[in-house]
């Protein structure tokens, strides 16, 4: 997949730090990062099934830009409060291909040993995926992806081993070995997955089940609640 040049109205000075109460940043497992707006049940069973699945909650963190706009999300943030190792940020609202910008920036500032770039309606329904992730050799060049996934809330549509998914585990600022990127390009998770395999990075599937409920946005697809 090519990736698009864009410029974003948006800067990092911009993004304000709601809330932070991570400790021992260096020594995260992963980082998820991601983009959230009018959607906080769906985000908070992505936080809730992403820690509750995990075997150390402790080593993994949740980094979330909310639109300073969205008075629905942030009306709701104390909830999010009781989960470990959570950032919580709010800008300007974005469009589409400007949160591609803002998880450039949330990648930019994670010290974890892994990075996940997330969206507000996937949630994870299988357990220990953690440790399997602890245990892969961070230097072997792979990408790493769940063995199971399903797209919206059908379970017809459950793919196995499948090739690309938006949801992968990379290995913290890899894409910098290879890039000479301002910023991530937008799509960025296609960017990155297609520069680290034509960087000869192989795939590596995991025993892992992620759902991901787009609510009717099918592959390809804009998903217009940005």
Not at 2 to 26: A, G, R, W
Not at 37 to 44: A, D, E, I, V
Not at 62 to 82: A, G, H, M, P, T
């Amino acid at each position: 997949m090519k990736s698009i040049s864009y410029k974003t109205n948006i800067s990092v000075n911009d993004i304000n730090m709601l809330y932070n109460n991570t400790i021992n940043n260096e020594e995260l497992l992963v980082e998820f990062c991601l983009c959230s707006r009018k959607r906080p049940n769906m985000l908070y069973k992505m936080f809730e099934t992403t820690f509750e699945t995990s075997d150390n909650p402790n080593d993994i963190a949740i980094s979330v830009y909310f639109n300073e706009d969205d008075e629905v999300s942030l009306s709701q943030i104390d909830r999010y409060k009781n989960f470990p190792n959570t950032k919580l940020y709010v800008g300007p609202k974005q469009d589409y291909t400007e949160c591609e910008y803002i998880a450039g920036c949330l990648f930019e500032t994670s010290k974890a040993k892994w990075l996940c770039g997330s969206q507000d309606d996937t949630y994870i329904g299988s357990y220990g995926w953690d440790t399997q992730l602890k245990n892969i050799d961070i230097n072997n060049n792979q990408i790493i992806l769940p063995s199971k996934y399903q797209l919206g809330s059908n379970p017809a549509n459950i793919y196995t081993n499948i090739e690309y998914l938006p949801q992968f585990f990379i290995p913290n600022q890899c894409w910098k070995k290879y890039s000479d990127w301002e910023y991530i390009p937008h799509p960025y998770d296609a960017s990155i997955f297609q520069l680290l395999l034509d960087n000869n990075w192989t795939l590596k599937h995991i025993d892992m089940f992620w759902i991901h409920d787009r609510r009717g946005v099918g592959w390809n697809e804009i998903d217009n609640n940005f």
